[in-house]
Structures are given as structure tokens and as C-alpha cells.
């Protein structure tokens, strides 16, 4: 089955830094890449996806990128904010078969003042 | 998302006794999960059904059983509770169809067997 690995477990960033968070996937047949977020004692939310036809993806401050040669996607968060601090998940999915999410272990992003 | 909802939404029982977590949905989607959370161990996924008679394992459904009694609901039940099912469970929803692979969470029921 699909492997996902998420780093680091645990990031801190003053505002107005830039963050990004990486994974690796095992399954070469993995091909859409969503990013959940959640927010202290809420539940988990989409914030952005990314397939595997598309190499970039970008929506206001946060952007995913996909290697599919090296089976890594990423989370680049920009001009971070306070209520960007929150736990992120990526996962990985094979359409193809079962609409399936595998999630990764989580980050822990904490943006401070 | 009020349209996924779960009771309870706090649980404490105790080893060995049997108890049930519910999750309805107002979406009309056909796709539900049961999802357990724990800290470094991200969200793991313990059954999945697709349609009303459809019921799938995930990667820890030892412990745990499912019953999909509607499109619109789900529920999860722990036939003897241990200390380790201690944790956070999601049920999530996803719809059949253009946008499949979103899935929308319920709140979430926080369960502590002692």
C-alpha cells in the first residue's frame, strides 16, 4: 500500500517568514496530492490539491509542488500570518483505483509574533 | 462543516465495554470514512464505504466494526474497548463524482477508555 512521510514534525517561523513542509510517497501510481489543514481543536480542511499532470499550483499565499520523478510534493506557505499556526496534513491518493487518502503524520506549524 | 456531524462528542468508557459512534451527513454524498487521530501518528484510516452496501477495511480496522444503515449514515463500534483505542475519530464524507477525492470531517469524538 501507499507510504507517506511528512517533514519536519514541528515548525516555527516569525511572521512574515516564509514555511514549507515536504513528503515523499511510495506509490508511484499515487496521482492526486491534496494538503489538509487543522486548526487547534477543529476539524481537518482541504486548503489546496495538486495532480500528477500539473507541476505547480498556487492560490494566494500558499502554493504546491509536485516531483513525480522523485515521488516528493511540498507546501510553500509565503508572508505567514499568526492564522496560518496550525497542523498540516499531506496525503496521497490513486484515482484510478479508490478515491483512498493516505495522510502523512502531520506538521505542526507555529507562527510567532 | 455542520452538514457531517458525530455524537458524541466526548466519550469516556471503560475496558471491555462496547460503544458506538455515529456520523450523519446532510450532503448527499455517497463515499464515508472512519478516521482515528493520535499525536505523530497523523490520520489513519479504519473502514470506508462507498455506497450502502459497500464496507471496506482500511489500515486499522482490527478492534473496530462499521455499519452504513443510510446513504446519510455511518457508525463505528469498538466491540470491547482498550486502553490504546484512546484518541480522536473522524468520520469524513466525499462525493461520487467531478470533485470525488475532497473529503469533508465531521468534528470529531474524542474517546478515553480507561
Known amino acids: 500500500g501507499e507510504n507517506v512521510e511528512q517533514h519536519p514534525s514541528t515548525l516555527s517561523v516569525q511572521e512574515g517568514d516564509s514555511a514549507v513542509i515536504k513528503c515523499t510517497y511510495s506509490?508511484?501510481?499515487?496521482?492526486?496530492f491534496p494538503w489538509y489543514k487543522q486548526e487547534l481543536g477543529k476539524r481537518p480542511q482541504l486548503i489546496i490539491d495538486?495532480?500528477?499532470?500539473?507541476g505547480e499550483k498556487k492560490d494566494q499565499r500558499i502554493a504546491v509542488t509536485l516531483n513525480k520523478t522523485a515521488k516528493h510534493f511540498s507546501l510553500h506557505i509565503t508572508e505567514t500570518q499568526p492564522e496560518d499556526s496550525a497542523v498540516y496534513f499531506c496525503?496521497?491518493?490513486?484515482?484510478?483505483?479508490?478515491?483512498?487518502?493516505?495522510f502523512g503524520t502531520g506538521t505542526r506549524l507555529q507562527v510567532t509574533l | 462543516d455542520a452538514d457531517v456531524t458525530q455524537t458524541p462528542r466526548n466519550r469516556i468508557t471503560k475496558t471491555g465495554k462496547r460503544i458506538m459512534l455515529e456520523c450523519s451527513q446532510t450532503?448527499?454524498?455517497?463515499?464515508m470514512y472512519w478516521y482515528r487521530q493520535d499525536p505523530g501518528l497523523g490520520l489513519r484510516l479504519i473502514y470506508y464505504?462507498?455506497?450502502?452496501?459497500?464496507?471496506n477495511k482500511g489500515e486499522i480496522s482490527d478492534g473496530y466494526s462499521v455499519s452504513r444503515q443510510a446513504q446519510a449514515k455511518f457508525s463505528l463500534s469498538l466491540e470491547s474497548a482498550i486502553p490504546n483505542q484512546t484518541a480522536l475519530y473522524f468520520c469524513?464524507?466525499?462525493?461520487?463524482?467531478?470533485?470525488?477525492?475532497?473529503?469533508?470531517f465531521g468534528p470529531g469524538t474524542r474517546l478515553l477508555v480507561l
Open positions: 464505504s462507498f455506497d450502502v452496501k459497500d464496507i
Open positions: 450532503k448527499g454524498h455517497d463515499r
Open positions: 506509490d508511484s501510481a499515487s496521482n492526486y
Open positions: 496525503a496521497a491518493a490513486n484515482t484510478g483505483t479508490a478515491s483512498k487518502l493516505t
Open positions: 469524513a464524507t466525499s462525493d461520487l463524482g467531478r470533485d470525488q477525492e475532497t473529503q469533508y
Open positions: 495538486i495532480r500528477s499532470n500539473v
